[in-house]
């Protein structure tokens, strides 16, 4: 049986990438300090033999016993309100997280998949966006903890793949959704569908007319355990070509919710970017991969799931 460990593993998408992991017989080590991640987003996977979840914060050293053939390095706060308010472990998951594990890849001859972000490209000035784009980022501004610690972390991981002929794959992940997004994570979809439920004015930031890409999270991990199965090293962009306005969003969750909730608007972040689409053609050539799931179905699946978590008193 392979063996995986997946930092950041009860988090929303580190979660996911477990629980598919297991499904395909893959021995299953998830790594998490639970600072965002939660032991409920994987309680189902918690009696299975092949799963175990250790408490730890990967900015310190790992070691882990027997054998490992692949490591997923997931762990980081991923959306803006969480990064806001943890800057520093951010940076540093972003940079030592990495170093520690690409060390524990290179100790165990393990292959080595890193979770970069579109965020690498910051405010784009080219668009769509393809991995030869080299971006357009604010080093110092708020929201640069981030991008600069994805920035980082791949140069470092491309230096081991140099340095020590690690196979290393780099994947940038655009807007995903689904379940087992935190009600209060920040993020824009699971923002607009809590405050739908509830019945209160849909948060818009600026005027509504900044583009983002949703990826539903089945499609993402798909596209992401593909990579980590092909031969490619590098960076590659895994999301949905299907560019949407935020008020497209907005509009949309309120159909799918039935929610008579009026659209509010308030001032635009710094550095928020106002075009985001990925160019998927390398993802396609390689891969074969391309989304499945139109937006509508999955804001109608992702609301099912925050149903269900409100009838177990978990919102």
Same mark, same amino acid.
């Given at each position: 049986?392979?063996?995986?460990?997946?930092?950041?593993?009860?988090?929303?998408? &580190?979660?996911?990438?477990?629980?598919?992991l297991?499904g395909?017989?893959?021995?299953?080590?998830?790594?998490?300090?639970?600072?965002?991640?939660?032991?409920?987003?994987?309680?189902?996977?918690?009696? #299975?033999?092949?799963?175990?979840?250790?408490?730890?914060?990967?900015?310190?050293?790992?070691?882990?016993?027997?054998?490992?053939?692949?490591?997923?390095?997931?762990?980081?706060?991923?959306?803006?309100?969480?990064?806001?308010? @943890?800057?520093?472990?951010?940076?540093?998951?972003?940079?030592?997280?990495?170093?520690?594990?690409?060390?524990?890849?290179?100790?165990?001859?393990?292959?080595?998949?890193?979770?970069?972000?579109?965020?690498v490209?910051?405010?784009?000035q080219?668009?769509?966006?393809g991995?030869?784009?080299?971006?357009?980022? !604010?080093?110092?501004?708020?929201?640069?903890?981030?991008d600069?610690?994805?920035?980082?972390?791949?140069?470092?991981?491309?230096?081991?793949?140099?340095?020590?002929?690690?196979?290393?794959?780099?994947?940038?992940?655009? !807007?995903?959704?689904?379940?087992?997004?935190? @009600?209060?994570?920040?993020?824009?979809?699971? !923002?607009?569908?809590v405050q739908?439920?509830?019945?209160?004015?849909? =948060?818009v930031?600026?005027?509504?007319?900044?583009?983002?890409?949703?990826?539903?999270?089945?499609?993402?991990?798909?596209?992401i355990?593909?990579?980590?199965?092909?031969?490619?090293?590098?960076?590659?962009?895994?999301?949905?070509?299907?560019?949407? #306005?935020?008020?497209?969003?907005?509009?949309?969750?309120?159909?799918?919710?039935?929610?008579?909730?009026?659209?509010?608007?308030?001032?635009?972040?710094?550095?928020?970017?106002?075009?985001?689409?990925?160019?998927?053609?390398?993802? !396609?050539?390689?891969?074969?991969?391309?989304?499945?799931?139109?937006?509508?179905?999955?804001?109608?699946? =992702?609301?099912?799931?925050? &149903?269900?978590?409100?009838?177990?008193?978990?919102?």
């Open positions: 049986m392979p063996r995986a460990v997946v930092t950041g593993g009860a988090g929303f998408l &580190g979660s996911h990438l477990c629980r598919a297991v395909q017989g893959w021995g299953v080590l998830a790594v998490d300090n639970l600072l965002t991640g939660r032991i409920e987003n994987v309680e189902d996977l918690l009696e #299975s033999p092949t799963f175990e979840l250790k408490e730890q914060d990967v900015s310190e050293f790992v070691a882990v016993d027997g054998r490992v053939d692949a490591v997923l390095h997931f762990a980081s706060p991923a959306s803006p309100r969480d990064y806001l308010e @943890h800057p520093i472990k951010t940076l540093k998951v972003g940079s030592l997280g990495t170093h520690n594990t690409l060390g524990l890849a290179k100790s165990a001859g393990a292959r080595y998949l890193l979770a970069s972000t579109s965020e490209y910051g405010d784009p080219v668009h769509p966006q991995e030869d784009y080299w971006g357009h980022v !604010n080093p110092i501004g708020p929201r640069g903890v981030y600069e610690a994805k920035r980082f972390a791949e140069a470092m991981a491309m230096a081991y793949q140099r340095t020590h002929d690690l196979d290393v794959k780099v994947v940038r992940i655009f !807007n995903t959704y689904g379940p087992c997004l935190r @009600h209060g994570d920040g993020r824009v979809v699971s !923002n607009f569908l739908a439920m509830d019945g209160k004015p849909l =948060t930031y600026g005027d509504g007319t900044q583009t983002r890409s949703y990826c539903y999270v089945d499609d993402e991990v798909r596209g355990l593909a990579l980590l199965d092909s031969d490619w090293i590098g960076p590659m962009n895994i999301g949905n070509p299907d560019e949407f #306005s935020v008020l497209e969003l907005a509009q949309a969750v309120l159909d799918v919710t039935g929610s008579a909730s009026e659209i509010v608007f308030e001032p635009l972040p710094l550095d928020d970017p106002v075009r985001r689409r990925p160019d998927i053609t390398l993802a !396609n050539d390689v891969l074969g991969w391309r989304p499945e799931v139109d937006l509508r179905e999955g804001l109608a699946r =992702t609301y099912e799931w925050f &149903g269900r978590e409100r009838e177990r008193g978990r919102s």
